[in-house]
């Protein structure tokens, strides 16, 4: 039987996935339709979360030099500079936290990021390719690809539907995409350079009597672009004269031109979620599965998690127990659906003209999603995110627990006790105090503390860094 993974849509959900079976060893394709890349940098917030997935997949390093804090706005109403606005203020890395702050970068260049380390394992996207169709039985699935004309047949063990909003994977199999589609609020969307303001700063450009219905121009790493976003009155073509009319209209000054357009798009807000994400040897992931607004930079990483979420399953599923594959639509439907809440919120409060609807509190950055049951009433149970602490190892240098989890596996850690029996078992211990086998002691007490730990405390981190039930 065939162990192939086929990934239709290579976007940030798609290629989170594909680079996670192929550090398994899985055979894996990746096609998209397009024909080339995708160039804007529409998703261009990394919330914490995602990074701690990015670490674990080798791919931190490049987005951090690639990329930037959030900047602060400096805001501009009826042509004079009003205050400095940042969406939320920065804070220090903590003991369990090491990435706590947004991070910026243009959604093109994570995804080439993501396809460069795809390729590390021999695995390129197949682009100007798009799955046409499929059926499935019980031992696989045989889809239709075409390109240039031409069909082909694959068979795989199992087919994921990452291609986006409009997925083909999602109507063939007929599952309903619920919510809405509001046609009355549109938002001109590009990336565009403008070289007369200062590219270490955004902007916001609005009238002093509304000034909640202005003009966002926020810059991007990796050159001279801003992005642009301004809700969309009348029914002009995207251009960049358009982009031109709007900053001429709010910025109250005459020397801003505006070059370079890049990406151009007028988004509607489409919020909805489908009914189910799994149908047998299918999975939905990412915006197939849930259409966000991008207030609060929640789809990209909603869809990021998906896959990272699903990827051990899947490899387990392959190794034999398939048992895991029915949580993920439990797990991730429902992380979906409160997600789609929190970013509905905020872009109400945007049409609202709310003062605070640009500001971004914690609850945007992911690391509070937990799998637990609701009942559950300890401060850390099975289905929380396993914190990290500093630790250090058995030669006494400084490490943390995630350099313990990094990788494709499971880890155990056994508090004040011998590891338990195989790889990836570690015992944590105080200072002084003396196991035999593998172990890592506690820094100033914070594994302890971040994993409510007495001794004889033992944890399963899955793999992708949440707290399993240990047998
Ligand atoms: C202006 C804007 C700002 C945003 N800001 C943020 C943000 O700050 N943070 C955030 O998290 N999210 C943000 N988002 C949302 C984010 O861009 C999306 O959630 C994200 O792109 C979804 O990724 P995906 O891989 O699931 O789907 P997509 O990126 O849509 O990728 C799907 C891929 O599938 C391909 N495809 C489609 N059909 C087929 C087929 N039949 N066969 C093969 N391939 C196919 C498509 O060509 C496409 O490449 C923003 C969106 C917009 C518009």
Known sequence: MTQLVLVAGAGPTGL???????????????????????AGSRGDG??????????????????????MPTPVMRVHLGGEFVTERRMSEPVEPTPAVPYPNLWVLGQSRTEAVLRERLAEFGVR?????????????????TATLERDGTRETVRAAYLIGADGGKSTVRRTLGIPFEGSTDESLRMLLGDVRADALDHEFGYWFADAEEPMQGIALSPLPGGRQFQFAAPLTGDAEPSLELLQEYVDRYCGRDDVTLTDLTWVTVWRPNIRLARRFRDGRVFLAGDAAHAHPPTGGQG??????????????LAAALAGDDTLLDSYEAERRTVAADVLGLSSELLDKLV???????ERGPETQQLNISYRDPSERAPLAVGDRAPDAPVKDETGRPVRLFDLFRGPHATVLSFGARAEAGPHAYAVVRPGQQVAGPHVVDVDGHAHAAYAATEGTRVLVRPDGYLGALS
Do not use: C, S
Not at 20 to 34: M, N
Not at 126 to 137: P, S, W
Not at 300 to 313: R, S
């Open 46 to 67: 990394i919330q914490p979360r995602t990074l701690e997935v990015f670490d674990d997949l080798g791919v931190l390093d490049a987005v951090l030099a690639e990329g």
């Open 125 to 141: 996207v197949e682009l100007g390719t798009a799955l046409t169709g499929f059926t499935q039985d019980h031992d696989g699935v």
């Open 16 to 38: 989170t996935l594909a680079l996670d079976l192929a550090r398994r060893d899985i055979p894996v394709r990746i096609v998209d339709k397009a024909a080339m890349f995708f």
């Open 352 to 358: 609202e003209g709310e003062e605070d609807a640009m």
């Open 300 to 313: 990209m990483n909603t869809g990021i998690q998906d896959a990272y979420n699903l990827g051990w399953k």
